[in-house]
């Protein structure tokens, strides 16, 4: 590695990069922070106190948006990668199929359409399908979504990956899909896991698509926090924010030592 | 064990790809490339070539890139299927199986080793697939490792060893599958260049041994000479040439391949009619604009055209300030020509001069440092002759 | 034939899976905005009319198709709160994508010229926010901005302000929620293209005599230009969607279209007319769309 040196960064380089960091982080540390204020008064410091916590570990519809919030997550990620991963290889593998052009597009498209759109249209057709509104429309909303995020991160790895290691396995005596099982895929694995990261936490975080495709009685956690934010400021959120927060940054660390598990020495780990 | 590999027998059974017919005859060689054609959208990459190759040969594929040279091997290897034309291994056609239905193995350019697996996993990957035993698998990787030379790194992943230990184990897994031809993309350019010159001798070493056809595609003609038995001239999708590496040179089959392999001079000229008076001796008479008249020995195919080229390479041409001394051997050097040194450069074992002939032309010679303290050195701005034999040169139709 | 042609027949079982997924849940969905987007609202349930019956036959059909009607668009362009609506989204989103850029840019910038052992650090240090809870990080930002929140605090104490000041429910907040929001998304692209470039040709520019600013003018920012198109699209695009952030930190007067959306859609239940409103949104994002596909196909060919 060639590093150029560090004397090279001007005083303005670093002061961007420092500012730049700094507003990008500094909000959460401070919700973090606020969290365990024992304060009723959200601003006002009263001491260090788990209190909120436990408010929300009794509040029964908390609870169970949650608990909806991590079933959706984990099946709609779960979907959504193995789909994706179909996608990218189809992609970067396949010479032109008919309708190649309309499939890249449908991939990529959603990740740029504003989510209302992309919301409303799936829940007219729920509507059409005559289908209940609960788990599953919320699922397979937020599969469509995150599979294109799956593919993109996918597709990346596969393009960077070298064609002639595919095709020194069938040299070697493996039929193309042999070849893809033995060679491709543990190559790739730490992408796929990455995508299925990545997919998670999209899905543990929107509002928009879950507002319109979730039915009456099966909110999910971001939809409560937000009507909870709408009304103002309470402590008991912030509790909640971080709990969240916890849980994807325990999600990051146990992916990212998974891939440098399966990853070959000095290959970065880099989710995206 | 050199000679266990050497005796022993073709792919065993587990390894031979689907029933292949056996030979029909005996004068069938190893591999038949008949009148195959490859095209990229409308560019013609290999264009209606035909090559035999027989059975132990080192054969080389040389040519500047972009001429069909690693197409065709691709299409050998089943990466890339032909157009049009046949591919006969054994008589049997193998144009249009796919890579791993071939017994044919080949050690890619930059190695394409799995970076997941160790060096032993890597050669192994081909046994495996082959469905052979697992004791059988450890003794011929053993046996692999031995061969290039590896042992104790076989637990190694592939981005722990040098190029050159890379080099090895990309030639072990190609072979450890015992193909009945090994196909060798550029093998030595990822090397610097002290290490491809012993790893050379260890190429030819190691085929010389095992006896399998090796088929290396290369850009370096000193690497296609050292190594080759013969080599195949690629321009353009079709072969220039294929000779061995001293034909190749002394008598290049077109004025393309004379200048592509090695440096020679080359000057355009017309056939004269017969000479009465020198009847006796076999040559031809060439009146050139640039070098006057030049006698050239009788090539053994006759010479259709009288609008010819001749060429001699620049060692053939020699330099002394008087002309070749009459009572020498050199009395048939009959072609003289002068002119003033206008640059030398010492190269070391040699040292080449440029000579600006009085036509205005210039001519290359190249001439051996034989003694440490060279007294006959020319400098620039030295009036010399030049002078060389008929049988240094000869004359090129294209 | 050629080598990816080995490849064609798993590839193209492995389409298939995906493929019919987006078909059905991607692009027949817009079929059903287009249909609802002419029907006629009702008090009904499901809210719209006429509601295709296939159980009666092709007379109810054809009677459908007649019942079908352009006032829901009619109305779009006659109602000032819509068009109001739609150019308001537009500035939004181009002044984000300005201030984003102006913020972004130096951030990628000095990002591609730390040493290269740093620079994943610093990559991962960007993604990060972008993994963590967006919903999470505009309420980090009310936390902050609300009357007597940090922000006016610490303004109060230094004494640059005499009394709190409102910033809660203003364009400036809603501002400063998108930037947050977006910055990763251009930082990246223009990180990829800065951090791709060769060092040697600022330096050489440098070596012909160029002074700094000169340097970077005349080389080093036109070559980043594919990745400042593609980071300003990657905001500019969705932030024209945008609903959250609007609805949380900006005030009540003017709306964005993804808030009409919203609310002719859950509060006057009046689903033909939101549709309306995503088809003639979609329609505006066609030109953008494309050019961000174009880019995105583009950057996958190169990395092949």
């Keep these: 590695m060639t590093g150029r040196p560090l004397s090279r960064l001007s005083r303005f380089n670093v002061a961007s990069l420092a500012l730049g960091l700094a507003f990008l982080y500094l909000p959460i540390v401070i919700l973090v922070i606020y969290s365990f204020n024992a304060s009723r008064l959200v601003t006002v410091w009263g001491g260090w106190s788990l209190r909120w916590y436990s408010e929300f570990f009794n509040d029964r519809a908390m609870l169970d948006a949650a608990w909806m919030s991590l079933r959706v997550a984990a099946v709609s990620a779960t979907l959504a990668t193995g789909l994706g991963t179909l996608a990218a290889v189809a992609l970067s593998r396949g010479e032109r199929f008919k309708g190649r052009t309309l499939f890249s597009g449908m991939l990529y498209a959603p990740l740029v359409m504003p989510e209302v759109i992309t919301g409303l249209s799936l829940l007219l057709l729920f509507v059409a399908l005559n289908a209940e509104r609960g788990f599953w429309t919320v699922t397979i909303a937020h599969t469509t979504l995150t599979m294109c995020f799956v593919t993109v991160v996918v597709q990346s790895r596969l393009g960077k990956l070298d064609r002639s290691l595919e095709e020194a396995a069938m040299d070697l005596g493996c039929d193309p899909l042999r070849a893809f099982v033995s060679v491709t895929l543990p190559l790739i694995l730490p992408s796929i896991v990455a995508g299925w990261m990545l997919a998670f936490t999209l899905s543990l975080d929107d509002v928009v698509i879950a507002s319109f495709t979730t039915g009456p009685g099966s909110a999910t956690l971001p939809i409560r926090i937000y009507s909870e934010v709408r009304l103002g400021v309470k402590p008991q959120i912030n509790a909640i924010c971080t709990l969240v927060l916890a849980l994807i940054a325990v999600v990051i660390v146990a992916a990212s030592l998974a891939t440098k598990l399966t990853s070959t020495r000095g290959e970065s780990a880099a989710p995206l | 064990m050199a000679e266990e590999l050497a005796t022993s027998e073709p792919p065993s059974e587990p390894l031979a790809a689907p029933a292949r017919p056996a030979p029909v005859a005996d004068d069938i060689p190893l591999l038949r490339i008949d009148a195959v054609v490859k095209q990229f959208g409308g560019f013609r990459a290999v264009d209606r070539l035909s090559l035999d190759i027989g059975a132990g040969e080192f054969f080389a594929l040389l040519g500047p890139s972009g001429c069909g040279k690693t197409t065709l091997l691709r299409m050998l290897a089943g990466f890339e299927t032909p157009d049009e034309g046949q591919i006969l291994l054994d008589g049997w056609d193998i144009g249009k199986l796919l890579p791993h239905e071939r017994p044919v193995n080949m050690m890619f350019q930059n190695y394409a080793l799995f970076p997941h697996l160790s060096v032993r996993d890597n050669i192994a990957f081909?046994?495996?697939?082959?469905?052979?035993?697992?004791?059988?698998?450890?003794?011929?990787?053993?046996?692999?490792?031995?061969?290039?030379?590896?042992?104790?790194?076989?637990?190694?992943?592939?981005?722990?060893?040098?190029?050159?230990?890379?080099?090895?184990?990309?030639?072990?897994?190609?072979?450890?599958?015992?193909?009945?031809?090994?196909?060798?993309?550029?093998?030595?350019?990822?090397?610097d260049k002290k290490l491809r010159e012993s790893t050379q001798a260890e190429l030819m070493a190691l085929q010389r041994r095992l006896g399998t056809t090796f088929i290396v595609v290369t850009h370096d003609q000193d690497e296609a000479m050292t190594m080759a038995d013969r080599i195949g001239v690629m321009d353009k999708g079709r072969l220039e040439q294929v000779a061995t590496p001293r034909q190749l040179y002394e008598a290049p089959a077109s004025r393309w391949v004379a200048e592509f392999v090695g440096d020679i001079n080359l000057f355009e000229g017309q056939i004269e009619p017969r000479d009465s008076r020198l009847a006796m001796a076999p040559r031809l008479t060439v009146t050139t604009r640039d070098a006057g008249t030049v006698y050239v020995a009788e090539p053994r195919q006759p010479v259709t055209r009288t609008s010819v080229c001749v060429a001699i390479r620049p060692e053939k041409v020699k330099l002394s300030r008087y002309g070749p001394a009459p009572n020498t051997d050199n009395a048939q050097a009959i072609n003289r020509l002068e002119g003033v040194v206008t640059d030398v450069s010492y190269l070391g074992g040699t040292t080449t001069y440029r000579v600006k002939l009085d036509s205005g032309a210039v001519l290359r010679s190249s001439m051996a440092n034989t003694a440490r303290i060279d007294i006959d050195a020319y400098s620039p701005t030295h009036r010399v002759v030049a002078w060389f034999t008929p049988d240094d040169c000869l004359v090129l139709e294209q | 034939m050629s080598a990816r042609r080995i490849f064609a027949g798993p590839v193209r079982l492995a389409a298939i899976a995906p493929y019919l997924w987006m078909a059905l849940f991607f692009l027949v969905p817009f079929g059903f905005v287009l249909k609802i987007s002419l029907s006629q609202t009702a008090v009904a349930q499901p809210p719209y009319l006429p509601v295709f019956d296939l159980t009666e036959g092709l007379a109810a059909i054809k009677a459908a198709f007649a019942a079908f009607s352009l006032d829901n668009y009619r109305l779009l362009v006659s109602d000032n709160l819509y068009v109001l609506s739609y150019l308001r989204s537009f500035v939004v989103a181009a002044v984000s994508t300005s201030i984003l850029l102006l913020i972004g840019y130096p951030v990628a910038y000095a990002m591609a010229r730390l040493p290269q052992r740093w620079q994943g650090i610093a990559m991962m240090l960007v993604i990060v926010p972008f993994w963590t809870s967006f919903l999470i990080r505009i309420y980090a930002w009310i936390n902050i901005l609300q009357h007597d929140g940090l922000l006016n605090q610490i303004l109060l104490a230094l004494h640059i302000v005499p009394a709190p000041v409102v910033w809660l429910s203003t364009d400036t907040a809603m501002y400063i929620g998108i930037v947050y929001s977006y910055l990763p998304f251009m930082i990246l692209p223009l990180y990829a293209t800065l951090a791709k470039m060769d060092p040697a040709l600022p330096e050489a520019a440098s070596d012909l005599g160029a002074s700094p600013q000169a340097t970077f003018w005349l080389v080093t920012f036109p070559l980043s230009l594919p990745g400042v198109g593609a980071g300003c699209l990657l905001c500019f695009i969705p932030i024209l969607g945008e609903f959250v952030i609007p609805d949380l930190l900006a005030g009540s007067d003017s709306m964005m279209i993804g808030q009409t959306l919203w609310l002719e859609f859950f509060t006057n239940k009046d689903w033909p007319v939101a549709s309306a409103v995503a088809v003639v949104l979609l329609v505006l994002l066609v030109a953008p769309l494309a050019l961000y596909d174009r880019l995105q196909r583009r950057q996958l060919e190169a990395a092949r």
């Design chain 2, 126 to 191: 081909g046994l495996k697939r082959a469905g052979m035993a697992a004791s059988d698998i450890v003794a011929r990787v053993a046996e692999m490792v031995a061969l290039v030379k590896l042992d104790g790194l076989e637990k190694r992943k592939p981005d722990q060893l040098s190029g050159g230990q890379k080099q090895r184990v990309a030639l072990a897994r190609a072979l450890a599958r015992r193909p009945r031809i090994l196909l060798l993309d550029e093998p030595l350019a990822a090397l």
